[in-house]
Nanobody
Framework: QVQLVESGGGLVQAGGSLRLSCAAS????????MGWFRQAPGKEREFVAV????????YYANSVKGRFTISRDNAKNTMYLQMNSLKPEDTAVYYC?????????????????WGQGTQVTVSS
């Protein structure tokens, strides 16, 4: 069983920054690729970023590339999402999730454990 808990969301003005954290329980964190997704009201959940188990490989959605940075600390069982130059369109609930072994990185159906989400609101 894996439990994921996000934190760090909040209200920020456009152009500002936030750092999200995802704390994981269980022994499988360091052996799993991990991802961030987001969901805005009335929209489908969308892929944001993914990081492989060692942290050496990352991949981003085009909408956040160059502004967001995903990282992880396996010693702390924690993953992060540094979000800079935030825009109002980044407003959403952000979720961390564990990628199923061999699963597609961008398809939310290929993730088997999810956190409860943390709200990020960017005002204009």
């Amino acid at each position: 069983q894996v439990q994921l808990v996000e934190s760090g969301g909040g209200l920020v003005q456009a152009g500002g920054s936030l750092r999200l954290s995802c704390a994981a329980s269980g022994r499988t964190f360091s052996s799993s690729s991990m991802g961030w997704f987001r969901q805005a009201p009335g929209k489908e959940r969308e892929f944001v970023a993914v990081i492989n188990r060692s942290g050496g490989t990352t991949y981003y959605a085009n909408s956040v590339k160059g502004r967001f940075t995903i990282s992880r600390d396996n010693a702390k069982n924690t993953m992060y999402l540094q979000m800079n130059s935030l825009k109002p369109e980044d407003t959403a609930v952000y979720y961390c999730a564990r990628n199923s072994p061999g699963g597609s990185y961008t398809n939310p159906r290929e993730y088997d454990y999810w956190g409860q989400g943390t709200q990020v609101t960017v005002s204009s």
